[in-house]
């Protein structure tokens, strides 16, 4: 009987990451996959499942207008309970920080089902930033039975926090899956309007900045930033998907309505991010998703927080910590329009996020995890 695996997703960053791993569980005689929404994100994560040909079999809607963690865990909590209850699945996989992933983990250690955590073990060690996934993550790792996590570094955080090294498998990074499979697939826009802005005149810079952390000050700093580059940089444009939250989005207009070259726009389609990653000169973002996926395509990755879980990237010359002083991020910003060599060493790097098979991993470590098959080799 084949063993029946319940895929949880809810924001577009985990559907995003999750797609590649729920298609090699498709793609398994063993296994039988579940996909379930939570709907914490509903525009946005509908997009993405568009994307990738995939309709959930069970779909939670949690999402309300402006709603607090506290609201998306007190509704997700007993829904889930229920699922659990009506699906029986042997094993729930969750993905990274979110409090989908944290509501599905709870529910399931208190229904006896297995959890599989999906990008495990990466740390800031600092409860607050990035919040909450800092604390989502940690609890998560601590409800799971089975960890794949993305490289050597996290499984060593893992194990240090008393895992099993049995229990962790190390596989890469799904982002990285996700990326080139759709970077490989799409050619062409599917928003027409973004034509100017993504192929106009002049160097790109795709900007994003979301960080609850971030929301006030420091989104401000990130938008003083873009404006003061903009009037720098006479051959610079900016793409800047906004984000739908309105404490988010009534900063960066304020600061950036009718500035020179800056384009605004909603909440872009993933093939149309991965166009825009693939056309920019480099890229500014606050986003866990852009540190791993930009890379794949040689784009220098200037990461709009104080700390990131992703240190790796930054080891690895792929990522550079500019925070959101405005000062300082348009310095490290006029350091890689202005110096060629900078910015090819950082475009050239390898990206240490994965090879584009990490999806098979988890799945070949999911039967492994069953009895039903060997055990794969680590990512290195």
């Given at each position: ?163 099993r090294p049995e229990a962790v498998f190390v596989t890469g990074n799904t982002a990285v899956d996700a990326v080139l499979t759709t970077a490989a697939r799409v050619d062409e ?56 939250n309105p404490r988010v989005s009534k900063t960066v207009h304020e600061i950036l309505d009718g500035v020179a070259r800056c384009h605004l726009t909603g909440p872009m389609s ?56 405005p000062v300082e991020v348009r310095r490290l910003a006029g350091r890689l329009l202005e110096d060629k060599k900078e910015y090819e060493r950082m475009a050239q790097s390898r ?30």
């Open positions: 009987m084949k063993k029946k695996v319940m895929a949880v997703f809810g924001t577009r960053p985990d559907t995003i990451k999750m797609m590649p791993v729920v298609e090699a569980i498709k793609g398994s005689a063993e296994l039988e996959l579940f996909a379930l929404s939570t709907g914490q994100h509903r525009q946005m994560l509908d997009d993405v499942l568009r994307v990738f040909g995939v309709e959930p079999d069970m779909d939670l809607d949690i999402m309300r207008p402006d709603q607090s963690l506290a609201d998306i865990v007190t509704r997700g909590l007993p829904a889930m309970m229920r699922a659990l209850d009506e699906v029986g699945p042997d094993l729930v996989l969750v993905h990274g920080d979110t409090s989908t992933g944290f509501v599905a983990s709870l529910a399931s250690f208190y229904s006896g089902v297995k959890v599989g955590h999906v990008e495990a073990g990466l740390r800031t060690h600092d409860k607050l930033n990035p919040f909450p996934e800092e604390m989502n993550r940690k609890l998560i790792g601590s409800l799971a039975d089975v960890h794949f996590a993305p490289l050597k570094t996290h499984k060593a955080n893992l194990v240090a926090e008393g895992i826009l599917e928003d027409e309007k973004l034509c100017d802005a993504i192929y106009g005149p002049g160097r790109l810079l795709l900007v994003t900045a979301h960080r609850r952390e971030s929301i006030g000050a420091g989104i401000r700093g990130i938008c003083e930033a873009v404006r003061s580059i903009l009037r720098d940089y006479k051959d610079v444009r900016v793409l800047f998907p906004v984000h739908p993933y093939p149309d991010m991965v166009m825009a990653m693939k056309s920019a000169y480099f890229c500014m973002s606050d986003s866990g998703g852009i540190q791993e996926e930009a890379p794949s395509l040689r784009k220098p990755v200037l990461v709009l927080r104080k700390v990131t879980e992703r240190p790796e990237g930054v080891t690895a010359g792929t990522l550079k910590l500019a925070g959101v002083d990206n240490p996020f994965g090879d584009g098979e990490a999806s098979g991993r988890i799945k070949d470590a999911i039967l492994d995890f069953f009895g039903l098959g060997p055990r794969p080799g680590d990512y290195e």
